[in-house]
């Protein structure tokens, strides 16, 4: 009986530390792109403060989307085909809701930003993506 609450425990703590790693390993990201879009962009106190919030609201909103399209493709094993048609129209109706997004985000940017200064955060959004993609693999392959 100890042993298997000392292995509970033990699988408790590691999970809570693995999920902690996953919240900070994030956060690390999360800085480092801040840091690279701010001085890709050259932003200004004053633009950094109209862009952040901007910004942070949008990936949020992503993310959720995001979370959304995710949960239902876990499930596909047990779905009848009309439950696949159904999650389908779903599936179109959260592209809709990412492609209305974006466009009121960038409206949003347009009150700000000019035209040209969002197609570079784009390119150096793209450019950061690249280079975190690349250090993964990097780190895979390191560690094989």
């Known amino acids: ?76 094993e047990c779905m009848s085909e009309d439950q696949a048609n159904q999650k389908l129209q779903e599936y179109v109706e959260l592209e809709r809701e990412d492609f209305l997004l974006k466009k009121q985000y960038f409206e949003n940017l347009k009150k700000f930003f000019s035209a040209k200064k969002i197609m570079e955060l784009k390119k150096i959004e793209e450019e950061f993506n690249r280079k975190l993609m690349r250090e993964y693999r990097e780190r895979q392959n390191s560690q094989k």
């Open 1 to 76: 009986m100890k042993k298997v609450l000392f292995i509970a425990l033990f699988l408790t703590c590691s999970l809570t530390v693995m999920a902690q790693d996953r919240d900070e390993h994030r956060e690390k990201i999360r800085a480092l792109k801040t840091a690279y879009i701010t001085d890709g962009l050259k932003l200004t106190p004053k633009e950094a403060q109209q862009f952040w919030p901007v910004y942070n609201e949008f990936e949020e909103k992503r993310r959720e989307l995001y979370r959304k399209e995710r949960a239902d493709i876990k499930n596909l």
